[in-house]
């Protein structure tokens, strides 16, 4: 059956620093997207990242001025995802009303705090200063956490937001996070990273949590986008559940549903 898949988790590279392929060089845009449509992914959604702090918010401007010019080279099939800081709150807050409402950015993310200088600092005061102003513009914010009081205490602070964190886990670590994500009304999972592999993880996953908060992503470039593909495929979950988690729950909370 022919399904649309959409991938909410990618980090295109654009250069040396922002390339986290592990074995070989990623390559052109062209043809990072070519790898993900040659996986039978539709559309991808992500955020340049870079693995240093930055020392002025002009690097991060730069990240989100690359995602934007890829958007407007393929406009078919990327979806792009901006960068913020919790060490520059008036200038992150000023880039998501310049990236919402002059470019309908819709995803803030991977947000990758123990990459760039905040390991997990989401509910200090500038980060809850810049998310209520999120709040504003209806946009979705995927972060990459561990903590759990930490992923609480912001989902509750800001029940305006979606947020989609990234990557099950395995173990009693998958299980306290689906336990939190069925919790809070305003917590989505991606299911990049660790945890597709696990095999069943996806099931259960639907089981205690239900096929509306799971999101399809991959974390490509680092890992293999097919095997997300085939590791959702594999559980013969419902028509329903799967068309919901490869686009459908994607496309309701961005609101692109209706375009």
Same mark, same amino acid.
């Given at each position: 059956?022919?399904?649309?898949?959409?991938?909410?988790?990618?980090?295109?590279?654009?250069?040396?620093?922002?390339?986290?392929?592990?074995?070989?060089?990623?390559?052109?845009?062209?043809?990072? #997207?070519?790898?993900?449509?040659?996986?039978?992914?539709?559309?991808?959604?992500?955020?340049?990242?870079?693995?240093? &702090?930055?020392?002025?918010?002009?690097? $991060?401007?730069?990240?989100?001025?690359?995602?934007?010019? &890829? %958007?407007? %080279? #393929?406009?078919? #099939?990327? $979806?792009?995802?901006?960068?913020?800081?919790?060490?520059?709150?008036?200038?992150?807050?000023?880039?998501?009303?310049?990236?919402?409402?002059?470019?309908?950015? %819709?995803?803030?993310?991977?947000?990758?705090?123990?990459?760039?200088?905040?390991?997990?600092?989401?509910?200090?005061?500038?980060? &809850?200063?810049?998310?209520?102003?999120?709040?504003?513009?209806?946009?979705? @914010?995927?972060?990459?956490?561990?903590?759990?009081?930490?992923?609480?205490?912001?989902? %509750?602070? &800001?029940?305006?937001?979606?947020? @989609?964190?990234?990557?099950?886990?395995?173990?009693?670590?998958?299980?306290?996070?689906?336990?939190?994500?069925?919790?809070?009304?305003?917590?989505?999972?991606?299911?990049?990273? !660790?945890?597709?592999?696990?095999?069943?993880?996806?099931?259960?996953?639907?089981?205690?949590?239900?096929?509306?908060?799971?999101?399809?992503? !991959?974390?490509?470039?680092?890992?293999?986008?097919? @095997?997300? @593909?085939?590791?959702?495929?594999?559980?013969?979950?419902?028509?329903?559940? !799967?068309?919901?988690?490869?686009?459908?729950?994607?496309?309701? $909370? !961005?609101?692109?549903?209706?375009?």
């Amino acid at each position: 059956m022919d399904r649309q898949i959409i991938d909410c988790h990618i980090h295109p590279a654009v250069d040396r620093e922002t390339d986290f392929c592990w074995y070989k060089k990623s390559g052109t845009i062209r043809k990072q #997207f070519d790898d993900l449509k040659r996986a039978g992914i539709s559309k991808a959604c992500g955020s340049i990242v870079v693995a240093k &702090i930055p020392k002025s918010f002009e690097e $991060i401007k730069k990240l989100n001025d690359c995602a934007l010019s &890829i %958007r407007d %080279r #393929f406009p078919d #099939f990327y $979806i792009p995802g901006m960068q913020i800081h919790p060490a520059f709150p008036d200038e992150s807050c000023r880039e998501i009303e310049r990236c919402c409402k002059n470019h309908d950015v %819709r995803w803030i993310g991977e947000l990758v705090g123990y990459l760039m200088g905040y390991p997990d600092d989401y509910v200090s005061n500038n980060m &809850i200063e810049i998310m209520k102003f999120a709040s504003k513009f209806k946009v979705v @914010v995927n972060f990459h956490c561990a903590s759990i009081p930490v992923i609480e205490n912001l989902c %509750r602070k &800001i029940p305006g937001i979606n947020f @989609v964190l990234a990557h099950p886990g395995q173990g009693k670590e998958f299980l306290e996070r689906i336990n939190l994500v069925e919790k809070i009304k305003n917590l989505y999972l991606d299911i990049s990273g !660790t945890g597709i592999d696990r095999y069943g993880m996806l099931k259960k996953a639907v089981e205690i949590a239900s096929y509306q908060k799971i999101i399809f992503g !991959t974390d490509y470039p680092i890992n293999n986008p097919a @095997v997300y @593909v085939h590791g959702v495929i594999f559980e013969r979950l419902s028509e329903n559940a !799967t068309c919901a988690i490869f686009s459908n729950n994607f496309l309701r $909370i !961005t609101k692109l549903l209706t375009h």
